[in-house]
Structure formats: structure tokens, C-alpha cells
């Protein structure tokens, strides 16, 4: 579960999801829940037992530890009050610490080729530094409270024994009365002690789970739906908004069309103007802000996130490709893939001959731990991935953007199959090439709809609205 609501952080929350880590939450609770700390925790409960018992001893007795646990109640209360803030902070600063790592483990070669390394480490240097005095300081409070509370003890101790020693004098109570009151007194707050030494795990764990109850309750499990036919005849959008998530204000302004099965649509437009955003909307990757999109007159939600995968097929700008075997990214990592549903995906991206002509062929392994593949070659993987289990829907976002002259025409032969095959093709592109097997284009210019329609007619009102902008400028 935990796993699940991390990957899908950056599609639900955005930018706000750069410094949350639920897996690593889990693992802080999971260490706490481990540690000595619980113990200490649940015997504090039997802490007015013992000082019944010391008050049966004598009152007097009582009441002087009655005093001492008050003493260090209050202590704990502060601790609680001074420690919050700090460990707070300290959690942030870690969850960037980790940020700053991933990043630099992902843009190594940059690092390396542009010469970077020093600013960044400058830059970590400056964090660690900042995350190391949080650390103290949540620390300094900690100690400081443990000691005090260590000390009233031992103090607490010391007054038992004396009063006990009085009283043994007034022949109140007798001498082995006074050495079990003080070992009665020492074994009610020695769990308060623990509790306290314990105390920034059980503060960062608290609001470890207070960070998981948060990124958890939007995505608890998905309630049971009536499965749906796969759609097979129209997408629609009617007035669409779109934006990114964790964005109020939509970048993509009323935007209304309909593609029928076998359509090509190529999405054109400036840089920034929406294009990735409404093909992600389309997918179910951004939230559609206003209106709705619909597949076969049913929207995206009515169906299964499992069962959205089977009719939609989809290759990002920004691809990234998985640990595993080229076999197990094509099929999405599915188990019941079959090895001629994978084959067929390779064939129609045109990439089979380059897999089987590697030492493992399908069984390559790929990613971090595993062989490194040219950029062409992992566009045309993720190809493959987008294409496999003949999707109804595919949407490709700058497909061509790492490709060869030989690549392109795999990419435009397999834009040309899978419309031959019922399904819609979208197709995101700077260059015109992309969109040479399109037959409707969707022009955008900052975020709002400027033409619609068949190809020739729009590009035809794009190359003659351009001029007379310019001079208008």
C-alpha cells in the first residue's frame, strides 16, 4: 500500500510531493515500534501502583513521590512542547537531504560532463549543514529533559531514603519499609526514563504516521467497480481544464473535440502551451480542473486503474524506463504477459531485431543495475511499452525526439499499424515529420484551442495566422 501511494505522489500531489517519503515513514515507525521504546512506554501505565504501594508503606512517603512524579510530568510535558518543532524540521530537512541524492544519482553523467560537482557539493554541503544543526538541535532538547529527569530520580531516590530514614528514627516504619519504599519509587519512574531517552523516535515516528495518515487518505483502495467493455469507439472532450496536479489555475483552457476509432491527432503549439498537460489529462495523469473526458460517453474513472492500463497506451517526454529485463518493460511488468504479446509490441515499435541482437536478447537487463541503452533505443523500448496489448488509446509525447532516420520511419509505420487497427493515435511534436501519419491536428497557443480539424486545413490557418502575428508584434 504504502508503495503504491509513493509512486503515485507526484501524479496527485505535484511539486508538493518532492520532500514526502512514505516508504522511508514506514521504516521510521517500523524501527520505533522495533526499538525499547514501546516497552518503556506501556509500563508507565503501572506507575500509580507502585506509588499505592509506597503510599501504604507511609503517606509521607507517598506524597514525596507523588512530588517527584508531578516534577517530572511537567518535564515531559516540555519536552514534548520544545521537542515538536525541531524534529519537525529535522524530518524535512532529511526528506531534502534524500531529494538532493536521487537527484545527483540520476543526473550523473551532467555532473560529470558540465563540471558541476563542486557546485553541488558546495549546495550539500550547505543542507547537510543546515540538517545537521536541526539534528542538534532536536538532540540538545532531548538530552537536556532525559538528564533533568534522570537527575530528579536519582534526587527522588535520595529524599525516600532520607524521609524513610526519619520515620525508621520516629519508629513509624521499619528499616526494610524504608529500602523497599525507595525501590518501589525507583521502579515506578525508571519506565519514565526510558520513555524519555526514547522520546525523539517516538516523536518522529508520531509524525511519521501523522505524514502516511495524510498521503494515504486520498488513496485508499479502489472501491469495487462493474467492469466496463473496453472502449473501441470515440474519445470525447467536452470544455475541457486541465492543469497539473496540486495546481488551482489550469494551464489548458476549453478545450472541446471528439476522435473517432483509426483517428491521428497531432498536437502543435509553442513550447508551453499546454500540449503535455492536456495529453496527460487525457491518460488520467492530470486532473481534469473543468469538464470532462470521456471514452465511449463513460469518463476515465469509471474504470479500475488496472484496467485503464489495458486500453491505454502511453509514452511521456520525460521517459524513464525500470529495473528489469527488456521483456518485463514491455509488458508493463505484468505476469500473465505472454511472450507474443511482447514480441508483437517489439515488431510494431520496430525494436525486435535490435533486442534479439543483444548477448540476452529479451532477457536483457536494463536500468541502474543493468545494461545502458542509447536514448534511441530506449525511446523505441518505451514504444513498445506504450504499444503493447494493441491499446485502443495511444498517446506519444515528442516520440521522435532521440530517433534516427531509421527510427522515425519504425515510428511512423507503427502510428500507421495501430490506426490501421482501430485505435486512436495522438501524437505531441516540434517536428513535422512526427505528424506525417496524422490526418487531424489540434493547434494550441498559450493553453487555449486556436484551430481544430483536419490536417491541411489547420496547418494551412497556422502558417497564415503566423505573419500576420508577427506583425501585429
Not at 528499616?175 to 523516535?201: C, D, F, H, K, Y
Amino acid at each position: 500500500m504504502v508503495y503504491k501511494v509513493s509512486n503515485s505522489l507526484p501524479v496527485r500531489l505535484g511539486r508538493r510531493a518532492a520532500s514526502l517519503r512514505p516508504v522511508q515513514d514506514l521504516d521510521t515507525i517500523r524501527t520505533f515500534l522495533s526499538g525499547p521504546g514501546p516497552a518503556a512506554i506501556f509500563d508507565i501505565p503501572w506507575l500509580p501502583l507502585y506509588l499505592g504501594i509506597v503510599f501504604l508503606f507511609h503517606p509521607l512517603l507517598g506524597l514525596v513521590g507523588l512530588g517527584g512524579a508531578v516534577i517530572i510530568s511537567v518535564l515531559i510535558g516540555l519536552n514534548e512542547m520544545m521537542s515538536r518543532e525541531p524534529a519537525e524540521e529535522a524530518a524535512g530537512q532529511a526528506g531534502r537531504r534524500a531529494a538532493d541524492v536521487e537527484m545527483g544519482q540520476r543526473n550523473s553523467e551532467v555532473v560529470t560532463a558540465m563540471g558541476m560537482q563542486a557546485a553541488l557539493s558546495s549546495r550539500w554541503d550547505a543542507r547537510n549543514g543546515d540538517y545537521l544543526a536541526t539534528q542538534r538541535s532536536a538532540s540538545d532538547v532531548t538530552g537536556l529533559f532525559g538528564t533533568a529527569i534522570k537527575t530528579i530520580r536519582f534526587v527522588l531516590q535520595s529524599a525516600i531514603l532520607g524521609v524513610g530514614a526519619w520515620l525508621a528514627i520516629q519508629q513509624e516504619i521499619s528499616p526494610g519499609v524504608m529500602i523497599a519504599a525507595s525501590i518501589m519509587t525507583s521502579r515506578a519512574l525508571a519506565p519514565i526514563e526510558q520513555a524519555v531517552a526514547q522520546w525523539r523516535g517516538f516523536v518522529a515516528s508520531r509524525q511519521a504516521l501523522s505524514r502516511l495518515r495524510d498521503v494515504t487518505a486520498a488513496a485508499e483502495a479502489e472501491p469495487e467497480k462493474m467492469d466496463l467493455p473496453l472502449p473501441v469507439g470515440r474519445i470525447t472532450l467536452e470544455q475541457v481544464f486541465c492543469g497539473p496536479f496540486g495546481e488551482a489555475a489550469p494551464y489548458v483552457h476549453n478545450v472541446s473535440m471528439e476522435l473517432q476509432a483509426g483517428d491521428g491527432l497531432g498536437i502543435i503549439g509553442p513550447s508551453g502551451s499546454g500540449k503535455s498537460t492536456l495529453a496527460r489529462a487525457i491518460v488520467g495523469a492530470a486532473p481534469a480542473l473543468r469538464g470532462v473526458i470521456r471514452y465511449d460517453g463513460a469518463e476515465l474513472g469509471q474504470w479500475t486503474s488496472a484496467r485503464r492500463g489495458e486500453f491505454i497506451g502511453y509514452l511521456p517526454q520525460d521517459l524513464q524506463l525500470f529495473d528489469g529485463t527488456i521483456a518485463e518493460n514491455i509488458a508493463r511488468f505484468r505476469a500473465d504477459a505472454s511472450s507474443e504479446m511482447i514480441i508483437e509490441a517489439a515488431r510494431l515499435a520496430d525494436v525486435h531485431d535490435l533486442i534479439v541482437g543483444l548477448p540476452e536478447g529479451y532477457n536483457t537487463v536494463i536500468g541502474r543495475s543493468g545494461r545502458a541503452l542509447s536514448a534511441g533505443q530506449r525511446q523505441r523500448v518505451a514504444l513498445a511499452r506504450a504499444l503493447f496489448g494493441n491499446p485502443f488509446l495511444v498517446v506519444l509525447d515528442e516520440p521522435n525526439s532521440n530517433l534516427d532516420a531509421e527510427g522515425e520511419g519504425a515510428l511512423a509505420n507503427a502510428v500507421r499499424a495501430m490506426r490501421e487497427r482501430g485505435s486512436v493515435v495522438i501524437v505531441i511534436a516540434h517536428r513535422p515529420s512526427a505528424i506525417g501519419t496524422v490526418d487531424k491536428i489540434l493547434c494550441l497557443r498559450d493553453g487555449k484551442m486556436v484551430g481544430f480539424g483536419p490536417k491541411d486545413e489547420v496547418l494551412k490557418q497556422v502558417v497564415q495566422a503566423v505573419p500576420r502575428r508577427s506583425v501585429g508584434a
